[in-house]
């Protein structure tokens, strides 16, 4: 039996932060086995990001053994982002319009 996935303690506020400014957010953390932790939908694009709480030590931020070979294997794009800003520096390389920020 698998157990329950946990959420990092800003996902609340980083989905909501996304979110008013235009993105469509679908959690995915319960996916499991590695799979990033939100689909994010912007301009007609989508992006995945697995969301690291930055309040805790680099150490506690890194990425499970599941976490890394899933990035490792995907032949897309993958971001961590731990905060509001990482979200602002992800979307602006993908297009993020600066007046929506």
Known sequence: MRR????????????????KHGCSVQVLHTV????????VGYGGKNYLFEIKDGQKSKSAQKLTPDEDAWHFNWRGQVD??????????????????????
């Open 80 to 101: 961590v982002v731990t905060c509001e800003y990482d979200c602002d520096v992800a979307m602006n390389v993908m297009d993020w319009d600066e007046k929506d920020v």
């Open 32 to 39: 499991g086995k590695g799979c990033p932790d939100i689909l």
């Open 4 to 19: 329950a996935a946990r959420v990092d303690a800003n996902q609340k506020q980083i989905v909501e932060y996304l979110r």
